[in-house]
């Protein structure tokens, strides 16, 4: 199993990005998928979760209305579409699926 994620970066309040995940090495479409995120010092937390078919979310209550989970099992790929960014968004975000597999994580930095 391996996950890959892209699209971290430095942004200013307000603005918007799209993290991915590019997952290998299983049947990407038998499974549900999360994005969590972590400050340092701080637990990991969920973020949003999808399942196998990609027609159920959620969304931790810190990011409803403003994050967008969607996957494309053709291509593998979970996507975290982030809008409205606030600096209390600023973590490292991390791609899993359940057994415990986690990607490398992305940066996301929100700060003016």
Avoid: H
């Avoid at 399942?51 to 403003?66: E, L």
Wanted: contains cysteine.
């Amino acid at each position: 199993v391996q996950l890959v994620e892209s699209g971290g970066g430095l942004v200013q309040p307000g603005e918007s990005l799209t993290l991915s995940c590019a997952a290998s090495g299983f049947t990407f479409s038998s499974y549900l998928m999360s994005w969590y995120r972590q400050i340092p010092g701080k637990e990991r937390e969920s973020v949003a979760d999808i399942g196998p078919t990609g027609d159920s979310t959620r969304y931790a209550d810190s990011v409803k209305g403003r994050f967008t989970i969607s996957r494309d099992n053709a291509k593998n790929t979970v996507y975290l579409q982030m809008n409205g960014l606030k600096a209390d968004d600023t973590a490292v975000y991390y791609c899993y699926r359940l057994g415990g597999f986690w990607g490398q994580g992305t940066q996301v930095t929100v700060s003016s």
